[in-house]
């Protein structure tokens, strides 16, 4: 109100701030420099999913919120949107005085010297009452767990993503540490589920796709020596010989890119040289393919 933008913005505009600036925080947010000037990505898509009570749809909803807050200089657009076609924005004139609403600029703010301390003894204190909570908790995960929390590779909601693994059964558990390599790969970190998402709406139990829709991984394809190469361009699962098939030029010793290290590819694995030139199976003990 002290700045004069009641009749401007509503509360939802303000969620969307509160929701920007704090992204823009993040370590996992995407960055670039302007001059002297940093500026954050932000994508209409990605407001939308982690806003679901807003009731906002659609991109054409977010992005006229968006110009709202640019227009009452709480956030300031990039000059080189138009030319990267992304839309990357900073913090507006305006930002500091809606956050700090009692900030002058002409002096320090509004705490002494023995506040300021006894701030940082306080800051201590939940660091270390942080971290011994954090040690707590440890405890208690399995190593199944852990295993599958360090493959995906996410921070925050470790103790709720625990909870929804413990809901699964083994055989979901097996599935997902499976699957949880390639969906990771398959897009920007951003735009991943958070693991007690993931966990919760089963995922792992999705084809996984990359940007361009050629399949990753797919759970059906399964065996007990399970071998699920990335697919698309020369190799692609065939539905009707049941086999990965290889379309391209094969000299033999030469190295297969299916997403897999020599040391880490199942024995016995098959990929199939299309026009009758033979398979290729996997021999782990000797590390190369044997042409048959």
Not at 34 to 50: H, L, R, S, T
Not at 87 to 97: D, H, I, T, V
Not at 128 to 144: A, D, L, R
Not at 245 to 257: F, N, R, V
């Amino acid at each position: 109100m002290e700045l004069g933008l009641q009749d401007k913005l509503d509360f939802i505009d303000l969620a969307i701030f509160d929701f920007i600036t704090d992204f823009m925080l993040c370590e996992d947010c995407k960055k670039m420099n302007v001059g002297n000037e940093q500026y954050f990505w932000i994508k209409a898509d990605f407001v939308i999913e982690n806003l679901p009570l807003l009731g906002i749809t659609t991109t054409r909803g977010i992005n006229k919120r968006i110009d709202k807050l640019v227009d009452c200089e709480l956030l300031e657009r990039c000059p080189d949107n138009q030319v990267l076609h992304q839309s990357f924005y900073k913090a507006g004139k305006n930002y500091k005085k809606y956050t700090f609403f009692t900030w002058n600029e002409n002096s320090k703010p509004a705490w002494n010297e023995s506040s300021d301390n006894n701030n940082k003894q306080d800051n201590n204190n939940n660091k270390q009452n942080k971290e011994k909570e954090i040690q707590k908790k440890k405890k208690g995960y399995t190593q199944e767990f852990e295993e599958a929390w360090k493959l995906y590779n996410r921070k925050g909601g470790k103790q709720e993503a625990f909870k929804r693994w413990c809901a699964l059964t083994d055989k979901e558990k097996e599935l997902a540490l499976a699957h949880i390599p390639f969906y990771i790969q398959s897009n920007d970190i951003q735009f991943l589920k958070d693991f007690e998402g993931y966990l919760n709406k089963k995922y792992f139990l999705r084809v996984v796709r990359d940007k361009k829709g050629n399949t990753l991984y797919d759970p059906e394809q399964q065996t007990d020596n399970t071998y699920h190469p990335i697919t698309g361009g020369s190799l692609n699962w065939n539905d009707y010989y049941k086999c990965y098939l290889y379309t391209g030029w094969y000299i033999e010793g030469d190295k297969m890119y299916d997403g897999y290290d020599d040391d880490k590819r199942p024995d016995g694995a098959q990929i199939v040289l299309n026009n009758g030139r033979g398979t290729l199976t996997w021999n782990k003990e000797q590390q190369k393919w044997i042409k048959q």
